[in-house]
């Protein structure tokens, strides 16, 4: 399974698992890098250390982030969906007999 469902790209996915294998690895400096890092940060997938550094969190608490995430987006959605249903009798009441 990948996480795509989750909110994540394939290069997002990619870079997190990259660095759950070797945290240590060289990142490189690029935007799109930079970019892909600070949004695996806000998600809750990497945090920096005070020095900067990048530590990657444990993919149990990270998928859990993530799917406590996309519940509360749903749940969220599923509200908006439903108060259609406070429209109807307003909009009965403005149906002419035909």
Known sequence: MNLAGLGLTDYEEHVYRMLLRE???????????????????????????????????????????????????TNAEMARITSAWAALPSLTGDARPR
């Open 23 to 73: 945290p240590a690895v060289p990142i490189p400096g690029d935007s799109v890098m930079a970019a892909t890092l600070a949004r695996l940060t806000g998600l809750g997938l990497l945090r920096r250390t005070p020095p900067g550094d990048i530590v990657v969190v444990d993919p149990q608490s990270a998928v859990s982030r993530l799917i406590t995430r996309r519940l509360n987006e």
